[in-house]
């Protein structure tokens, strides 16, 4: 129909695209999606991976989605509304999609994002120790689950675990498929990035669940190179735009080489266009596999031996109360685990560098914000727990967040409370990009530029649901590792605040109780107990970033 992706009658909007790449329809849509075996897409896909997407055109004639009719006036016109769709091949003029000039209006992004690394490892990373010093590093930023595939997904939706309904790394509520389910992917930053002519890359560790050989590239993503379960390193399959390359266990095949090398080329391929590309490490994931030359690094390195390590709790919930003391063999396992963590990390911190290297190469340093991060900590041996994560302790939650680039002070230090949430708000900002629909974070730019915000969130919402159950999922927690209930938890500059499901409650003043080992919920007076379950049910409902920052706490 002529005019049909304006009017909800889009041959392509409406009914090609969403099957393809498995997406729910706009809410336009006038006519149901037919029952189409998924079996049947993939091969169709696999056969000609052009297949309902419009043909190519020159690249100086951006195609883009026009919701307004009176521009479909011709077939012309008509043609022109066609959008660009998510390649599935290196060679991305098969694909008509807006190009835009490498410039200082369109900075590029290197987004890098770790597995499981906490705060104590970032001193054996000296490039992010460079960063640090040439950028803005976040005192107080936390995760919205201390669990990898709820925290990812509200890392490229910019929304809460309650409203991308993905709270497990398995399971209807759980992992890639929950998340494409729930239509998280047409929510995430690469389709906005896509659709504004960025070229846009996704390397390494998408969602859990996710396989190789199984499932598609994602929406958005020009450049696609994604592992599934590749947690040792070797072994492994890649879905390289829709085509499986497999690795065996020679040195060279070690993934955290193999990506940055991948990451390389693509930002020299991006000359003259700027570019997002996120690597996703699966280091320093267990089984915690360091580089073959790094093997041998921090001989006598020890697990941080903090105030919290091997301390009992006071008051401790129940699913924490009765964990035994560290035996001397449980603390030889945790510093042989914290010294392979730190092996493994260098290769990260060297990553870091090349890309670094590759972006002055083609003359971009200038142009280029650098952004590092973590989806998780991970806790080994604090509370008397062997390594794991998903509690509400600093451990886990509190992760760090390194951002430099155009017009960000040297050595800044930002206090305000941050979340990963923020994240795609903030990347598409600094493109010069709409913000997207539905997000409930909050936009950083001014705080890494140095200004001051006076109205910002008082607090951090963590959500998670437990006990974990999945013996299968790489994340399944570990005997003593700490599994507890259902919970949620609001963090603020001072004070944590946990409610658990089986009516459990944890406060802890972190003025006098910094390392979160003094629970004194049932020393506070009711007002004070009433004030924090209002502000903690108003943020574990929200679903605007207004009111997802505006809890009554302070």
Request: glycine share 8%; net charge negative.
């Amino acid at each position: 129909m002529q005019g049909g992706a304006a009017s909800g009658n889009g041959l392509v909007f409406d009914c090609l695209r969403p099957i393809l790449e498995g997406k729910a329809q706009r809410k336009k849509a006038l006519k149901p999606l037919p029952p189409i075996d998924p079996q049947t897409v993939l091969a169709c896909k696999q056969q000609n991976p052009s297949f309902g997407y419009p043909p190519a055109t020159s690249e100086s004639e951006p195609i883009r989605e026009s919701d307004n009719s009176s521009s479909s006036t011709s077939s012309a016109a008509g043609a022109a509304s066609l959008p660009a769709a998510p390649a599935v091949q290196n060679n991305t003029s098969a694909r008509a999609r807006p190009v835009l000039p490498a410039s200082g209006t369109h900075p590029n992004i290197v987004f890098v994002l770790t597995d499981d690394l906490a705060l104590n490892l970032v001193e054996y990373m000296p490039h992010v120790l460079e960063m640090e010093s040439k950028g803005a590093t976040f005192l107080n930023y936390f995760v919205t689950d201390s669990l990898c595939c709820p925290s990812r997904s509200s890392i490229f939706t910019g929304r809460f675990p309650h409203s991308t309904g993905v709270f497990k790394n398995q399971g209807p509520d759980g992992g890639y498929q929950a998340f494409v389910d729930h239509g998280n992917e047409r929510n995430a930053f690469s389709e906005a990035f896509s659709q504004a002519g960025y070229r846009t890359a996704m390397l390494g560790k998408y969602l859990n669940g996710y396989e190789p050989e199984q499932h598609p590239p994602g929406p958005g993503w020009i450049e696609w190179d994604v592992a599934g379960n590749a947690y040792f390193q070797y072994n492994y399959a890649l879905n390289e735009n829709g085509k499986i390359d497999r690795h065996g266990r020679a040195p060279r095949d070690y993934l955290g080489d193999v990506l940055g090398e991948l990451a390389v080329r693509f930002i020299k391929q991006s000359r003259g266009q700027p570019f997002l590309i996120e690597v996703a490490t699966f280091s320093p994931h267990a089984p915690y596999t360091p580089a073959p030359r790094d093997r041998a690094a921090f001989p006598q390195l020890q697990a941080p031996r903090n105030p919290a390590y091997d301390a009992a709790s006071h008051d401790a919930p129940s699913w924490l109360r009765r964990q035994p003391a560290l035996t001397d063999a449980d603390k030889q396992l945790i510093d042989r685990a914290f010294r392979k963590r730190a092996q493994s990390v260098l290769a990260v911190d060297k990553m870091i560098a090349d890309l670094e290297n590759a972006v002055a190469s083609i003359g971009q340093e200038k142009n280029t914000y650098f952004i590092f991060s973590s989806d998780n900590g991970y806790h080994m041996g604090e509370y008397r727990l062997m390594p794991g994560k998903m509690t509400a302790f600093d451990s886990d939650i509190h992760v760090p967040l390194v951002i430099t680039g155009p017009e960000v002070p040297a050595g800044l230090k930002i206090g305000e409370i941050a979340e990963n949430i923020d994240l795609n708000p903030t990347l598409t900002s600094l493109a010069g990009l709409s913000p997207m629909p539905g997000v409930e974070g909050l936009n950083l730019v001014p705080l890494i530029q140095g200004h001051q915000a006076p109205d910002w969130r008082s607090a951090a919402l963590v959500e998670h649901r437990g006990p974990r159950r999945e013996p299968l999922d790489p994340d399944a927690p570990a005997v003593r590792s700490g599994n507890p209930p259902s919970y949620e938890a609001l963090r603020t500059r001072t004070q944590l605040y946990v409610e658990y499901v089986n009516g459990d409650r944890e406060y802890h003043d972190l003025v006098s109780d910094p390392w979160e080992l003094d629970n004194t919920f049932r020393s506070l007076s009711s007002d004070q107990k009433k004030k924090l379950h209002r502000a903690l049910s108003t943020l574990s409902s929200c679903h605007t970033a207004e009111s997802c920052s505006s809890a009554p706490h302070r």
